[in-house]
């Protein structure tokens, strides 16, 4: 059983950065590929970063040069920093655990969710 616990989310103004983390219960951590995915209203999820246990990391080109992913395989958290944030960033962001990268194969694992907005 793998459980996922997102934090790190809030109100910034467009421009201003947030740091999500997400801490990971279970003894797949190390071997598997984390990802975050984040779902705006009334629109479908979609995967934002992935990043394997290697360390090789993946973008959604909607936030590439923005966004960055790494990983603290000691601690069983991952972070996703997000820098020049937009209003069209405002999203609940879940974090994901699962294989592969291009594409990533999601486990089906999923934490709460934390929310982000960005205000104009």
């Known amino acids: 059983q793998v459980q996922l616990v997102e934090s790190g989310g809030g109100l910034v103004q467009a421009g201003g950065s947030l740091r999500l983390s997400c801490a990971a219960s279970?003894?797949?951590?190390?071997?598997?590929?984390m990802a975050w995915y984040r779902q705006a209203p009334g629109k479908q999820r979609e995967l934002v970063a992935a990043?394997?246990?290697?360390?090789?990391?993946d973008f959604a080109d909607s936030v590439k040069g923005r966004f960055t992913i790494s990983r603290d395989n000691a601690k069983n958290t991952v972070y996703l920093q997000m820098n020049s944030l937009k209003p069209e960033d405002t999203a609940v962001y879940y974090c994901?655990?699962?294989?592969?990268?291009?594409?990533?194969?999601?486990?089906?694992?999923w934490g709460q969710g934390t929310q982000v907005t960005v205000s104009s």
């Open positions: 279970g003894s797949i951590f190390s071997i598997s590929t």
């Open positions: 990043i394997t246990n290697g360390g090789i990391t």
């Open positions: 994901n655990a699962g294989s592969g990268i291009r594409p990533f194969n999601s486990w089906g694992y």
